[in-house]
């Protein structure tokens, strides 16, 4: 009796210490598997100096100075016709998670982008099928979950397992950034978000694993929370994508944390940025730049209120480069303009409580 008394009075005083999730900061680069190994040590030795546990990564092909960083090209996973395969990405990427283990950063793996399919040219998916087939032609579907299993099912020479089964280095996988982002058919969207959450679970060992499934976002809050996304079963994280202010409050966002609770889902804030223009954030047009002291305020504001909302968040993005500010431009750069706010806003999530733990994902 005294004896589990004890033992019910010590889970008790651990389940009051754990109950405070910490919250926690992550980042941004699409194409990571392009930097060379100079590039990667400036962009993980500043991610770890700003607390940053988790880089979002992309695997579609790249080449050339992308947003100031000459990048060692990589193709398209799939080109000419879906299922065949040029593994160099998923290659570069075994050696990226490898080294930014050591830096205590987990990689979320995106296993296809929207963007790729309006893209001119579009990739083989764009090609074949354009921006609404993709998500309702059963070929498409049956295409799309051999690529899923494709890159689960590759084989780290770091660590000699499967990416599937390597959650000391992938924090998370979700099939497509921004699927269907202007949402021509929320229904077929809905569900083909459920079947691809499915198809990534159906490659985990007993279809379970420290690895979480999540979604890619949407173009906006609202857009990026659909209701069916709260009951699919196999959906672990919804993620938000925002750049609309309003967005960024934290009564707007606190509604869809009691609803993720109560569904037993967990929310990120995958995107979000603080334009460097002077331009309405949302749509980030060229035009003025914003004074850095007004945008280091903007960074230090947003960060907060996200925070308060108990949601972690990843900035888009963050670069190992000066950015260029030669597009649509949220990016700052490490030790460029605007670094020094953004490092201690994401440093300082940790001292914020999370709606969500997720402490057993993180390194
Ligand atoms: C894959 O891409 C790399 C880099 O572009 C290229 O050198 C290699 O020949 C390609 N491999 C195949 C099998 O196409
Ligand atoms: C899967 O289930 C089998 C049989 O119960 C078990 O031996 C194995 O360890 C499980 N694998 C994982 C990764 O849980
Ligand atoms: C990050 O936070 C820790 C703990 O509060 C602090 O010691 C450190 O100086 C901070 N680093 C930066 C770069 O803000």
């Not at 990564?57 to 193709?75: A, F, M």
């Not at 079947?195 to 979480?212: D, P, V, Y």
């Amino acid at each position: 009796m005294k004896f589990s008394l004890a033992i019910a009075a010590a889970a008790a005083a651990l389940s009051s210490s754990v109950r405070a999730a910490q919250s926690f900061a992550g980042s941004n680069l699409y194409y990571a598997a392009g930097l060379t190994d100079d590039e990667s040590t400036t962009l993980l030795t500043g991610l770890q100096s700003a607390g940053v546990k988790v880089l979002r990564v992309w695997l579609d092909g790249e080449s050339g100075t992308v947003k100031g960083t000459p990048i060692n090209d990589y193709p398209s996973l799939e080109s000419g016709q879906p299922g065949n395969w040029n593994d160099t990405v998923l290659s570069r990427l075994d050696d990226f998670m490898d080294k930014a283990h050591g830096y205590g950063i987990k990689l979320l793996v995106s296993m296809h982008s929207y963007n790729a399919l309006s893209a001119t040219p579009p990739d083989i998916y764009g090609a074949w099928y354009g921006t609404g087939d993709f998500y309702t032609s059963s070929d498409a579907m049956g295409y799309f979950k051999n690529r899923i299993a494709h890159i689960m099912n590759h084989v780290n020479p770091h660590n000699n397992k499967r990416w599937a089964d390597s959650p000391e280095y992938i924090f998370a996988f979700e099939a497509e950034n921004e699927a269907m982002h202007d949402q021509q058919n929320p229904s077929a969207l809905t569900a083909w978000q459920c079947t691809m959450a499915t198809a990534i679970r159906s490659n985990f060992q007993n279809g379970t694993s420290n690895i979480l499934i999540t979604t890619g976002g949407g173009a906006y809050l609202a857009n990026s929370l659909l209701d069916a996304y709260f009951s699919c079963a196999d959906l672990d994280v919804l993620a938000i994508h925002a750049y609309g202010t309003g967005d960024f409050a934290t009564s707007a966002l606190t509604p869809y944390v009691q609803k993720a609770q109560s569904s037993n889902k967990k929310l990120i804030m995958e995107e979000w940025g603080a334009c460097y223009y002077s331009s309405e954030n949302q749509r980030c047009d060229q035009s003025s730049a914003l004074d850095s002291g007004t945008r280091d305020e903007n960074i230090k504001t947003w960060a907060d209120q996200i925070s308060k909302a108990g949601i972690p968040w990843f900035y888009w993005q963050i670069l190992p480069n000066e950015d260029p500010h030669s597009d649509w431009d949220y990016e700052v750069g490490i030790n460029g303009v605007n670094w020094d706010a953004l490092e201690a806003v994401a440093n300082a999530t940790a001292g914020y409580e999370a709606a969500f733990d997720f402490s057993a994902y993180l390194l």
